[in-house]
């Protein structure tokens, strides 16, 4: 079933003005509920504006979105009822922690859905431990936190809102690696205990191979759209427009030039490895 | 020779912070060598590299710049004019309005005489590839061009060494391969001594030497090849390997016999076509 559509979705910067820019351009894609969706391109091929979209922070040129089948721009009770029921959290999102208390920031949102203290308390407390920040954490700053729990903290208080469709730009950017495996780990097993959706924006190939479908945007348009083992297997189009294959696709193509005969979809490590050994094996290799 | 940089026995605790950012801390950085620093959030590596042109002055312990002492104030500038930092938001380091300003900025606030400048500012631009966009509005440029252009700014003060504090952390993959490839050039064609920091095991291993810190210190200090197939102490550190070192050793584990050091995908590649083949 479908959640949110984008109907010729278009928009231009600065119109009428030497600085006219199209940033988005008559763009049509349909999201499923419960999908994991990787949005790929390089800077400038309008991802952050299409995602400034689906909340309402930005109003089309031309076209529209459709949240379950309404018009999201159609009245400003529509607008903001989009702004609850999609969560948008921005790249390095801890920049905008403001309140006193770790608690009173997540809390921010629910406040403003005007519900009811207990039910605020349970949003807090739910969210602070998908995202894995302690309760001892709820009566300092935020600014006493260290950076990771600081984007943690911040990322809570989308959550906490409890959006149907989570859109995060770049959530792992400068965490070390077992920081960007821990969150993706945690916002895959939210989106699961949730039965929410997930759009993801990505420059991390290893985070864009474990969504259930990627999303290839250039110049402000859609250039691929299919599931990662489609989309991956296109290397030349993605080199092409400035986009990076997985290391395990990026190696399964020289091996190819070097006249192995590898499937066409390989994209991540185990695929890799299960198919060179099995190569190997038909060539007498044997475990030692 | 002498290194150009070296770290003596050096420690650093933030105010109120409740343990020191930097523990006995001691390296020699030598002169014209690539050198990645990888380690955890909160390691303690953006602190090291705020010593290396005395950001930050180390509690403890010497920080010697081509022989000068950091915590000598009359050394202050000499010092910043052979160590050059980019740090991390490329949006933060543009200050002017025209890309050839903003890389004459600091030659200009040195007193240098306006043709040398020009110079030094022409020289700057195309060992970056900027030279075509010097007219242009930074601001109007990708991350990745941004970069380069704070990266200009610093070779526009001849200096010896090159600081990057994750300088492609807000990258996408072309422009932090713009960056990467730029800053190796740097080292390898024009002798610059080169400190990057990073997450990113791929850039690490371009660089000659890699330096692990966790919790203030240094743990592991050797080249890529000797530091990388150690998968099992580097993820105990919250880090990894790159996925070449990782597929070699999965294909040892099964049996293969492959050098195990191999660390792009093109000499992966050719060892594993090798053995198919």
């Known amino acids: ?288 | 020779m002498d290194p150009v940089i070296r770290i003596k026995n050096i420690s650093y605790t933030y105010p109120d912070a409740p343990g020191p950012a930097l523990n006995d801390v001691s390296l020699d950085i030598w002169p014209g060598t690539f050198v990645a620093v990888l380690g955890s959030n909160g390691s303690g590596k953006s602190t090291l590299a705020k010593h290396l042109n005395a950001i930050l002055l180390p509690a403890a312990g010497k920080v010697l710049v081509d022989g000068m002492d950091t915590i000598d104030e009359g050394s202050l500038l000499p010092i910043r004019r052979r160590v050059g930092m980019v740090f991390q938001n490329p949006d933060n380091q543009i200050v002017a309005n025209v890309v050839e300003d903003d890389v004459a900025f600091a030659p200009e606030n040195l007193g240098v005489e306006p043709g040398e400048i020009r110079r030094r500012v022409d020289a700057a631009l195309r060992q970056v590839g900027m030279y075509e966009l010097r007219l242009h509005a930074p601001h109007l440029l990708s991350g990745g061009q941004k970069q380069r252009v704070a990266i200009a700014g610093i070779l526009a003060m001849d200096p010896q060494v090159l600081v990057l504090d994750e300088p492609t952390a807000m990258l996408d993959p072309q422009g932090r391969r713009e960056v990467i490839d730029t800053v190796e050039a740097l080292c390898r064609d024009r002798g610059i001594t080169v400190v990057l920091i990073t997450h990113h095991m791929d850039e690490a291993a371009r660089a000659d030497r890699i330096v692990v810190m966790d919790k203030g210190r240094v743990v592991m200090d050797g080249a890529p090849r000797e530091i990388f197939p150690q998968a099992e102490a580097l993820r105990a550190l919250r880090l990894d390997v790159p996925d070449t070192t990782e597929l070699l050793r999965r294909l040892n584990a099964a049996g293969m016999r492959l050098p195990a050091d191999a660390l792009t995908a093109e000499d992966c590649a050719a060892l594993i076509g090798e053995a198919l083949g």
């Open chain 1, 1 to 288: 079933m479908s959640l949110m559509e984008l109907r010729g979705l278009t928009h231009v910067y600065s119109q009428g003005t030497p600085f006219e820019k199209t940033a988005i351009d008559n763009i049509d894609l349909t999201l499923r509920h419960g999908q994991t969706v990787g949005l790929i391109g390089h800077t400038g091929s309008g991802k952050s504006t299409l995602i400034s979209h689906l909340n309402a922070l930005l109003k089309p040129t031309a076209g529209t979105v459709l949240l379950d089948g309404e018009d999201i721009f159609a009245s400003k009770a529509s607008m903001r009822a989009a702004r609850f029921r999609v969560g948008v959290v921005f790249q390095y999102p801890e920049y905008q922690l403001f309140e006193e208390t770790v608690f009173a920031d997540i809390a921010f949102g629910p406040k403003n859905l005007k519900l009811d203290q207990g039910e605020i308390d349970r949003r807090v407390r739910e969210a602070a431990a998908f995202v894995g920040l302690g309760e001892d954490t709820f009566r300092q700053s935020p600014l006493e936190l260290s950076g990771g729990q600081k984007r943690r903290a911040a990322i809570a208080g989308v959550l906490a809102m409890e959006p149907e469709l989570l859109v995060l730009d770049e959530p792992t950017a400068g965490l070390d690696p077992a920081g960007r495996e821990d969150l993706l780990e945690k916002l895959f097993h939210w989106r699961e205990a949730r039965q929410a959706s997930v759009l993801l924006v990505t420059h991390d190939m290893a985070a864009a191979n474990r969504c259930d479908r990627l999303i290839v945007m250039d110049h402000g348009r859609v250039a691929m759209d299919g599931a990662p083992e489609a989309v991956f297997a296109r290397g030349d189009e993605l080199t092409a427009i400035g986009l990076d294959l997985p290391a395990a696709a990026h190696i399964a193509r020289l091996l190819r030039a070097r006249g192995i005969d590898l499937p066409p979809s390989l994209y991540t490590l185990d695929q890799l490895t299960e198919a060179i050994l099995a190569l190997w094996r038909r060539k007498g290799g044997t475990p030692c």
